[in-house]
């Protein structure tokens, strides 16, 4: 029972309000006492749209696949999408909406960390449950939010020592995202780069709008490095793939990317700039559980052969949404204390990307992690590592002992 | 004073009792959090209509203030603790920088779209600079700059002389509302005075009000600088209600007043601000047409072209004075003009 | 002594690409005081133009140097007949209106490609020069924007077509009071802008990608190049592009990408301080 909310009445009335247009005459959504009222925020238009996409598909599916099954505790789930149109004051605008005008019970949802930290807050304070399932920096402590993708340090503590045996090589050069997420992820390869007898001998940051990449590869060939680590991310990011190539590089240095993909970049440059480049993630499209290929059979069934690719981000987002309705149903309600109490029993969900169990202490999961290498626009699954927990922040941020916290730490990394 | 400005400050008290009154009776939280951003972005545009519309100045990059406002704010409060303080320092911070950028442009006699050009660029180096921001090293004080994702943990407003007690969201919301309303009396004021008929004159011809002896560059400046500081008034109220980020400072923010103030109506102080409230809603309203639509039919970027584009072309003279020319008509069976009349655009053409 | 040639080869790739994506905003500014907003979204559709023609199987150099051009020329001709003509001698309402279209085309653009990012791997290898590199590609967009600028010079020159157009550019009422018909002038100019636009578009495509919203990361610096040079098409641009791109490339060497655009930036706002009519406003006044 996905509904589309039509309000196109209401903004004409509103819009004969004019100047006193902010009204409160709004027509109130029929949220019946037999449905359960659930809301997600993404971004389906604006730059971000690539990664929220394949999100929404995937919060739907879940929705429509319990709602088929009989719902939650006997009722069917009443599912709200919103597009923030990667407009943070949007999430802001509409995490109050689900909460108060819709009154949802749990809101999934929320891409780049800001769209996360723009909502947390009113969410905490309008006491909705929340779910995050995109990869993040990591550090995020606050008893209302449970965040579903992996962080750094899970993926990348076996990774970069694979990374330097695979390729044979100490000297790291990294190229990463100018914001926090690749700030920390930097420093992470770093750490274990040098754990592991390896060197950073240069790390570049990059804003995400930056596209022009010609004098960094100059750098780059001075600087002569065994291996490039790619914390890129973004559509103007994805050209650096392609003049990297142009300057004759793809197989003189290798390449190693802990974001490669998030975008489903593999779909959008060609073989011959991809070909070789070993990412890790929590989930990749490329796992052969059985769990995994009837899920995508089912996926691609729904929304066509030409669907977004499932990413880690959209598959989280279907083990967030099952999470939930197995806390819901172990707890007997939908009420937000109760729903926590169950989840924080440290529940677990099987599914396409292997098996997820909440960590109490955290609200984050532990999660199995893949290794794999990009090969003609699919990923070729070379490793799994199971049950991986989520260390980093785990050594800033304890629930159990302090249930009130409420923020998001910037982890330490000591190197 | 005549019937229309009479009544129209009839409007404007009505609106104000709307807003001030009856929506925070009916408690509604949503509407409550929008009418808090739309009007924060309200002050905003109010700062742009009183110097484009009244002095011929077209800053294309009126989001400059607004993004100073909201990271003085910011960077002070996480600072200092006291939030009323730092409310002060963000206001006085963007008037100061209006007052310099004001000073290099006007004494190297920039004008028309060279003036566009340099007030869009500073904006656009402001969004630069903060977005590569990210590093530890880019902490003022205990304040993290945190590049891309902003500052996500700007301190709430609290009661004055009660450093403790943070502003709850219905009074922040009133709060904004009432700045909306003391920004634009302060305009209607200053517009009626002296200095606004000066003001007004440099608009229409900047050499004639020279020749009587006024040195325009300082009327200008004066003028800039209380845009400047109006405008961060609007950032700090939007980093109480969403966050402080870069993109206070970019592009779409930038052309989105301008495009605000072309819909309600160049040359009218009420115009832009109702310009901006509808624009929003519809943006708001866009994203809860449910998954899909957005994506087809309806994408934001298209919309809000087609409507700039058709208003530039086809309803020039904006909403609020085609209404009043409705009006008009309607009361007195002619059409007038002259008070609200678009100031002519002049050409620059290098002749 | 590599890496000073490799720097060198740098400097020289960064002006001529500023050159280029300014090329046709110049010119329909030069000719007709008119700011193209949506300069930036004729760039993204020559890319498209050239990307999609190249999938559908036609040559690669084809789709750049002919496809390209005539899909966004007729664009821009027919935006022309709309909207621009009704506009002249209102700059900022040109402005405005151009903007306008801006968003609607990148609206379109999104409805019909989807936000992802759709690009062709550069042609041509590379050339290595020590322990360096650097694409050949990169190399023959400079040789291009050097044939395209003298072109341009000897068709403002030589021909009594660029006679007219020269005319216009110094006084339009003069040249109506001839006989020129300034609406032809401007709607040819206005095409051929567009046209120049969609190769440079097309040109970019395989070393940056395109998406919908490209334009924006080029329509500022496409602006500030024009506006900082002046009115002169050819001398203007190609002086600024050479102080915005040396200054540009220098920062990004010594400091970071980011500090180089922010120092490109900077550069053009002291520029205009300095010589409020653009540099051929001051120097070059009476070159093309």
Known sequence: MIKNVNRRTLLKLAGAGAAASVGPFYLRSAGAADTIPVAAIHDASGGIDIYGRPMINCVNLAVEELNAAGGVLGKKIDLVNYDAQSNMQLYTQYAVEAATKQKADV??????????????PSLKRFKTLYFYSLLYEGGVCDRNTFCMGSTPAQTLEKFTPFVMKHFNGKKIYTLAADYNYGQITAKWIKKFATENGGDVIQTDFFPLDVSEFGTTIRKI?????????????????????????????????????????????????????????????????????????????????????????????????????????????????TEREKVIEALETGLSFTGPAGKTTIDPATHHDTLDVYIAEVRDGKYNVLESYLQQPPADTAAVCNLTENPNENKQFVIDVQI | MTLRSILGYLAVALAALYALVVVPAAGDMTTMINGTVYASYGVLVLSLALIWGYAGILSFGQAAFFGIGGYVYAVAALNLGDTTLSAFIAVLAATGFAALLGYFMFWGR???????????????????????????????????????????????????????????PEQIYMLAILALLASYLLCKFLLATRFGRIIVGIRENESRVELLGYDSRYYKLAIFSLAGGIAGVGGVLFANCVFVSPNMFNLQ?????????????????????????????????????????????????????????AFVLVLRKGLLPMSLAAFDRMVSGRSRSGELAVPVEKSVAAE | MDSLVIGLLQFLVTIANLALVAAGLAIVFGMMRVINFAHGEFLMLGGYAAIVSNQAGLNLWVSMFIVAPLVVGLVGAILERLVIRRLYGRMIDTMLATWGISLALIGIATIVFGNTVAGISPPLGSLSIGQYAIGWYELFLVAVVAVLFFAGWLFLRFTSAGLVARGTMQNRQMAGALGIDPNRVYAVTFTVGAAVTGLAGALI????????????????????????????????????????????TFFSFVLSPVLGEVALLMAAVVLLRILPRGISGRFFRRSL
């Not at chain 2, 869009?120 to 700059?145: H, K």
């Not at chain 2, 601000?273 to 309806?298: P, R, Y």
């Open chain 3, 205 to 248: 495509a395989p070393i940056a990608g395109v998406v919908p919203s490209i334009g924006a990361v080029y329509i500022a610096k496409a602006f500030i190049t024009v506006i900082s040079g002046g009115t002169a098409i050819l001398a203007g641009t190609l002086a600024s592009a050479t102080v915005l791109g040396s200054v540009n």
């Open chain 2, 110 to 168: 920039l004008s028309d779209v060279y003036l566009g050009v340099v007030t869009l660029t500073v904006s656009l180096i402001l969004y630069r600079f903060m977005n590569q921001t990210a590093g530890d090293e880019w902490t003022i004080g205990v304040a993290p700059l945190g590049g891309f994702n902003g500052i996500p943990s700007t301190p709430i407003l609290t009661v004055p002389g009660d450093p403790d007690t943070m502003l709850e």
């Open chain 2, 253 to 309: 923010t930038n052309g989105q007043i301008i495009i605000w103030v072309i819909v309600g109506g160049l040359g009218t102080l009420a115009g832009p601000v109702i310009g901006c409230f509808l624009m929003l809603m519809l943006a708001t309203e866009l994203g809860t047409l449910g998954q899909g639509a957005a994506a087809s039919w309806a994408d934001p970027n298209l919309i809000m072209g087609v409507i700039l584009t």
């Open chain 1, 221 to 333: 060939q001075a600087a002569q490095p065994d291996i490039i680590m790619s914390v890129l991310v973004g559509a103007a990011h994805n050209s650096f793939y392609r003049q990297w190539v142009a300057s004759g590089m793809k197989d003189k240095i290798p390449m190693a990317s802990t974001t490669f993909g998030i975008g489903n970049e593999q779909v959008l440059t060609s073989p011959e700039e991809h070909n070789g480049i070993i990412v890790s993630y929590a989930y990749f499209d490329g796992i052969q559980t059985p769990e995994n290929l009837d899920f995508l059979k089912r996926y691609y069934a729904r929304f066509g052969e030409k669907a977004d690719a499932v990413t880690e981000g959209a598959a989280m987002s279907y083990h967030a949404v099952n999470l939930w309705a197995k806390a819901a149903e172990l707890a007997g309600t």
């Open chain 1, 107 to 120: 809101v999934f949802g929320g891409i780049l960390s800001a769209s996360r930290e723009a909502m947390r």
